[in-house]
């Protein structure tokens, strides 16, 4: 009974959400989950700069760019195109995380990034494991990206859908971030897999191991030029 109770309570505050959402212009409910976890791990800071995988419809970028304001800069990307009206520090394209690498966008910001959040979630099948074995593959590519494009001491947010692989997610966040939580945000439907790995403060280690990696593939390049 009271399990039924809190199923139901949690259904309830989804559709509160959704309907929040649509009445406050914002593009998905799926801005609260990133509101509650900026409120409580404190993330996203005035003039950051913050690249957001797997951006669409927005609602992230909507929530990112006020909480940097103009003097910071939002940069998503999504294999869909985002069709929102967005202030001027907010940039986004089409592409595929698997085939994207975020070389170009730090160049174009003049620097890492401060943040990266990745809300990415697979087509789903209706195939349970198949479904949470590719979320945890999108979460895997996206610690990837984030050791690439973050600055020492940056943060990272990204959401998977929990299974046998947990554990080895877990372990691979403790490794790069000085602290690593699982969070499930109060607005996760009922039932929901879903959980969110929250790292706070990329190791220099790991910043500057990547920095030596990127230097010796350029070193690569040029001689075979
Ligand atoms: C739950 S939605 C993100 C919602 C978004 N945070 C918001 O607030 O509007 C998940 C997104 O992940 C994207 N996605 C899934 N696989 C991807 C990939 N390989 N590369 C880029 N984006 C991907 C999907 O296209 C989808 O739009």
Redesign the pocket.
């Given at each position: 009974m009271a399990r039924r109770r809190k199923l139901n309570d949690r259904a309830a505050r989804h559709d509160t959400a959704y309907r929040r959402a649509k009445q406050e212009n914002?593009?998905?409910r799926?801005?609260y989950?990133?509101e509650e976890i900026d409120k409580r791990f404190r993330v996203i800071k005035p003039r950051a700069s913050v690249l957001?995988?797997?951006?669409?419809?927005?609602?992230?970028?909507?929530?990112a760019a006020t909480r940097v304001g103009p003097e910071g800069h939002v940069f998503g990307?999504?294999?869909?195109p985002?069709e929102l009206a967005l202030p001027g520090w907010v940039a986004h394209e089409v592409?595929?995380?698997?085939d994207?690498s975020p070389e170009g966008a730090i160049a174009a910001a003049g620097r890492r990034f401060d943040v990266v959040?990745?809300?990415?979630?697979?087509?789903t099948t209706g195939d349970r494991a198949s479904d949470q074995w590719?979320s945890e593959a999108?979460l895997l590519?996206a610690l990837e990206l984030a050791r690439a494009a973050l600055r020492p001491g940056g943060h990272f947010v990204g959401?998977v859908f929990q299974a046998g692989r947990f554990p080895e997610l877990l372990g691979e966040l403790r490794a790069s971030f000085q602290e690593a939580k699982a969070y499930q945000a109060k607005h996760t439907r009922a039932g929901s897999s879903e959980q969110y790995l929250i790292g706070r403060g990329l190791r220099i280690n790991i910043a500057a191991e990547q920095a030596r990696d990127r230097a010796s593939a350029h070193d690569r390049a040029d001689e075979s030029d």
């Open positions: 914002f593009a998905a799926a801005i989950k990133l957001d995988l797997g951006c669409w419809p927005g609602s992230w970028m909507q929530y990307i999504d294999l869909r985002v592409a595929d995380v698997n994207w959040l990745s809300d990415m979630a697979p087509q590719r999108l590519r959401k």
